[in-house]
């Protein structure tokens, strides 16, 4: 019998993405009032929470406008390709800027944790992951599984379940992280000492020292983020 891992989805991106083929479609045009919430939640069978996060994003990139007690209307057209794949990129970002932020409150965590109840084994396991990260070629297809399989590692020195599903449950964001940092120059250098910092603080069962080194690379990836990604 095959078991194959449970993917986990994010329903926002679909309605963002049906949100766009509209656009695209030529359905919506500029000043367009769009359905009402319940209307479109309806539609996409889907709760109004999850309909919100979508507008916010792409609100956040000026296709949509929002204007208080009278609906959300279409800002803009896309008229081009260029537009498309911009806007797409830019939504991309914003979905892992807050990945990010997220990971600086649940990961910090989670090193934290690792810090006070990795036993010998877990360390060897950490330190086996880190090394065969430090081996990947930046051109292999498969670079990000070993980037994953690091997280993986330290989440499961927490020896808590809910946390591993956590780091699990953000792989696909991860990845897509990983990628869009991976060829700048000299970043694997820098990302090999940052994860190193993070090993050797767990090692030594230092928590606030495994925090800093972790918060530490995460600014560091959000300044390449920033610096390397499309902006409209």
Do not use: C
């Amino acid at each position: 019998m095959t078991i194959k891992r449970i993917k986990y989805h994010r329903v926002y991106e679909d309605v963002i993405e049906q949100i766009k083929n509209l656009i695209l479609e030529g359905n919506l045009a500029p000043g367009d009032v769009l359905p009402t919430e319940r209307e479109l939640a309806q539609a996409f069978g889907i709760s109004r929470g999850t309909l919100r996060e979508a507008f916010r994003i792409l609100e956040r990139e000026g296709l949509i406008d929002a204007r208080p007690g009278g609906g959300r209307f279409l800002s803009k057209a896309l008229d081009v390709a260029e537009d498309k794949n911009r806007i797409m990129d830019n939504i991309e970002r914003a979905t892992i800027m807050e990945l990010l932020e997220a990971r600086e409150l649940f990961e910090t965590g989670i090193v934290e944790l690792a810090a006070k109840r990795a036993t010998a084994e877990d360390i060897e396991e950490i330190e086996a992951a880190f090394e065969k990260w430090g081996e990947i070629d930046q051109e292999s297809e498969d670079r990000s599984k070993p980037d994953q399989a690091f997280h993986l590692s330290i989440a499961k020195a927490t020896h808590n379940v809910v946390l591993v599903n956590m780091i699990e449950l953000h792989m696909d964001l991860l990845q897509r992280t990983l990628s869009k940092t991976a060829k700048i120059p000299g970043r694997k250098s820098e990302v090999y000492e940052e994860h190193q910092l993070i090993v050797q603080a767990i090692k030594e069962r230092d928590p606030v020292k495994a925090k800093l080194a972790l918060l530490h690379h995460l600014g560091k990836v959000k300044e390449n983020i920033q610096k390397n990604y499309v902006h409209a």
